[in-house]
Structure formats: C-alpha cells, structure tokens
C-alpha cells in the first residue's frame, strides 16, 4: 500500500488539517478501492464493518500481542494523569460537535473517537509513548474511492521520538499495509467486488 506526500493529503478538504494544524504529521497513506456504486460515506463503510474497518492479520496480532506485553511490562499504556484537559476532543467547537456522527470519547479498541463526520473520522491514543491521533477518509473520484489513513504524532516527553523509530519499521513495513489491505477485503466483503 503506498504512502503518498503530505502535500497531496494537506490538498484534501478535511477538517483535521486546522483541527490538528500544531501536531506533526507523521505519515499518510491510501489505498484506492472499487467504486460500487456512488454516494459511499466513511460513516456507511464505518458501520457496516462493525465500528473498525480494519482487521489484523495473525502476524499483526502477535505483533500487537508483544507490544502490549512490553507496554504492561514498562507501564507505557497508562494514560497521564492530566489527559482530559490534552485530549484532542477538548478541541472540538461547538459545530464539530453537532456535525459528528459518534459522541466523542468513544471507545474504538485502544483509541477514542474525537469525531467522525461523513467522510472523516479521527481516533486518539494516549499514553506515556506518544499522544497520537488517527486519521481515516474516504474520497470518492469519478472511478474508484480512495480511503486515506493519515497518523499524527505529538511527543509526551523525550521518550516519543525514540519509541516512534523502534516502531516505525514495523508500522510501514508490515502493520500498515497489512491494516490497509484488511480494508480492501471489508471493503469488497460489505460492498462486493467489480
């Protein structure tokens, strides 16, 4: 799956570009999936996959499965004591609010829903590794729709940057393009194939 430019992603009409304008971009990928039929929102794909379009592969699970081990071992999943007042829901206005689908403060697995709009949808994670946000839009072209998975990343302390390149082979070599392939067959499972 590949990952494209933040200047192609920054071009999209998305909220979170002003809504997350101070949070490092860590990377942003996309994969184009069958146009069925037109008018497919992100909230539809959303809720028709059961909450989470993504689903691990047995390697990205025991991937998973030593991360949280390593994490309950080392105490790094514990949220900090001030998370309310640093969530990213505590940015929402009062338009976000009324315009979001899914209450904010949601659990999805591990993140929280910030918001989903009809075409958007942002998760946060918070604990002593990273504060991160996850982005998933859908985008409908003339020919496909492309579904858009973008990660924000804000440091917590000096430990963030060292975490983020432990992990990051991991993440771009075999959990991202393996989550984003999960996508493809939900996708062509709930929707049919061309």
Known sequence: MPRISTQEFRRLPLRV???LADV???DVWVID???QRPGITLDEFVRAAGALPFTPSPIVRALLGIRVFVGRLFRWDREPRATAKETFASRLTTA???RSLAP???REGPFRTVYRFENEQLLELVNRTAHA???SALVETATAYRFYFGVYVQSVGRFTPVYM????PFRKWIVYPSLLESVRRTWNHTFGTA
Do not use: K
């Open 17 to 19: 570009h002003d809504f």
């Open 24 to 26: 490092p971009l860590h």
């Open 33 to 35: 999936l069958p146009r």
């Open 96 to 98: 976000d609010v009324s």
């Open 104 to 106: 904010a403060g949601t």
């Open 133 to 135: 946000g996850a982005l």
């Open 165 to 168: 390149r432990l992990i990051d």
